[in-house]
């Protein structure tokens, strides 16, 4: 998700996009148990529409990463083969927030709560 407004618009034949800016990913390593740490890390990301969903691509440590809506997997966790140095452990409160906040395919009442602490915690 983004945690600065991005400059957003449409191409000529009607489909939107998100110029780059900083973006919320949660993250967990792709061959860790379910329910092990998630960490947030920023990355700044563009996004376009493909079809009904908004897509892009995030770099971490030097590997491509396809994102897709809330926190880079459609409001879930995107796995990621290396937790990369910048990343932070996301607070349990947080973690909390975000099993309990109703998203669905997106962020849910915790969305406020997780860009604050990604611009305080993650922006650098």
Same mark, same amino acid.
Request: overall charge neutral; hydrophobic content about 35%.
């Given at each position: ?6 400059? &957003? ?9 998100c110029?780059? @800016? ?20 920023v =990355?700044?990301?563009?996004l376009?529409?493909?079809?009904h969903?908004?897509?892009? *691509?995030? =770099?971490?440590?030097? *590997?491509?990463?396809?994102?897709s ?25 947080l =973690?909390? @927030?975000?099993?309990?906040g ?6 849910g ?10 611009? *305080?915690?993650?922006? &650098?």
């Amino acid at each position: 998700m983004y945690i600065q407004a991005p400059n &957003r618009g449409y191409t000529h034949d009607g489909q939107q996009f998100c110029r780059r @800016a900083p973006f919320l990913l949660l993250i967990q390593q792709h061959d860790a148990p379910w329910n092990s740490q998630i960490y947030g890390v920023v =990355r700044t990301v563009a996004l376009r529409q493909c079809g009904h969903w908004m897509m892009g *691509k995030a =770099r971490i440590l030097d *590997k491509s990463y396809t994102v897709s809506g809330s926190y880079g997997n459609d409001g879930l966790t995107l796995s990621v083969d290396t937790i990369p140095p910048d990343a932070r452990p996301l607070p349990d409160e947080l =973690r909390e @927030a975000w099993n309990t906040g109703g998203g669905w395919n997106s962020a849910g009442s915790e969305a406020q709560a997780m860009a604050e602490w990604a611009r *305080k915690e993650l922006l &650098r």
